[in-house]
């Protein structure tokens, strides 16, 4: 596992859009457009198998650049703490990998 980590600690992957608007047409809200920000449009769990690694994650339908991010971090699942974190960094060459090391605050 990764340093620091151990049986219980997971590496989780969101995938965030930055921003969205949503047009509301029934309801309480009819005729309003609601903002939001940093939407997890998906998250996938990867095993830590040692210190390095990759993971291929599918990114959703529209995903750009300028408009999403994809954020790492480690996780123990007994007891929830977020041990480590990390954004990658994103070219618009994403299909070559993006990478973003991730440090234990252990």
């Known amino acids: ?3 620091g980590t151990d049986k219980n600690t997971v590496l989780l992957i969101a995938v965030l859009q930055k921003n969205a608007q949503t ?22 769990k990867a095993a830590l198998n040692g210190n390095n690694g ?6 959703p339908r529209g995903f750009d650049t300028q408009g999403w991010e994809i954020i790492g971090f480690l996780q123990n699942t007994a007891n929830g703490a977020i041990t480590g974190a990390a954004r990658a960094t ?4 994403v299909s070559a990998g993006a ?8």
């Open 99 to 106: 990478s973003a090391a991730i440090k234990n605050s252990k």
């Open 90 to 93: 994103l070219s618009n060459e």
């Open 23 to 44: 047009k509301v047409e029934r309801g309480e809200n009819s005729g309003r457009i609601l903002s939001h920000v940093q939407i997890v449009r998906k998250l996938q």
């Open 54 to 59: 990759s993971v291929n994650v599918a990114l």
């Open 1 to 3: 596992n990764a340093e």
